[in-house]
């Protein structure tokens, strides 16, 4: 098991409901980040945090709100989220915004 | 849009083989590369990087490095069974991150 833990590891949604992806690294590193994996697809990076400020949103929907209190935890808030929107979120963090990733074990989303 | 091409396989070795995985990328500012490997219903775990020309050398792993062709490989030495995964190229460019979608490997015992 790696440093990187999220919370939940599985979730399932209704279209109207709000739910937070909660992701805790514990390897001291100073980026992190929010991936969305779909079957068939590549890895697609969503948002970026370099010491607790956003740096990246790659043109994500706004019902998908990031949140990094401090640089070592980091949320991804749902709301409103379409069946589309069901895949494994993935989190990693990064010693720096250039180097090697660390990936969490993922959330599987379904939403319904 | 920076693209990174991999041939999504399957590919088939038989156990003690070189396994041979390719990757393509579309921008010539690409700045680091990785491989990663990820199991059925796992998240990716890091392989090895390399940021310079040549080869880089990890146990039974070796990346290779092209810049004026644009492309990375990873091989495998001694393929075991416990290698089967999909494996996944990664570019870096400006703090963005572009995978591509993977090389399913199986190694056959």
């Known amino acids: 098991e790696t440093g990187v833990t999220q919370t939940p590891r599985h979730l399932v949604m209704g279209m109207t409901n709000k739910k937070s992806l909660k992701c805790e690294q514990h390897?001291?590193?100073?980026?992190m980040y929010w991936y969305k994996q779909s079957a068939k697809k590549p890895l697609e990076l969503m948002f970026v945090?370099?010491?607790?400020?956003?740096?990246e949103n790659n043109s994500v929907p706004s019902r998908f709100s990031p949140e990094c209190p401090n640089s070592s935890h980091l949320f991804l808030h749902l709301h409103t989220l379409q069946p589309e929107d069901s895949a494994l979120y993935l989190c990693?963090?990064?010693?720096?915004?250039?180097?090697?990733?660390?990936f969490g074990p993922g959330t599987r989303l379904t939403v319904l | 849009q920076k693209e990174v091409e991999q041939n999504s396989g399957p590919l088939s070795v038989p156990e003690g083989a070189i396994a041979s995985l390719n990757c393509t990328y579309s921008?010539?500012?690409?700045?680091?590369f990785f491989w990663y490997r990820q199991y059925s219903g796992k998240s990716p775990e890091l392989i090895m990087f390399?940021?310079?020309?040549g080869d880089k050398e990890d146990g039974r792993f070796t990346a290779q490095l092209n810049k004026a062709s644009q492309y990375v490989s990873l091989l495998i030495r001694d393929s075991q069974p416990s290698d089967s995964a999909t494996y996944l190229c990664?570019?870096?460019?400006?703090?963005?991150?572009?995978f591509g979608t993977g090389t399913s490997l199986t190694v056959i015992p």
């Open positions: 990693a963090s990064s010693p720096t915004g250039f180097g090697e990733q660390f």
């Open positions: 390897l001291g590193h100073n980026a």
């Open positions: 945090y370099n010491f607790k400020e956003q740096t």
């Open positions: 921008d010539r500012g690409s700045q680091s």
């Open positions: 390399i940021y310079s020309n």
């Open positions: 990664a570019v870096n460019e400006d703090n963005q991150f572009y």
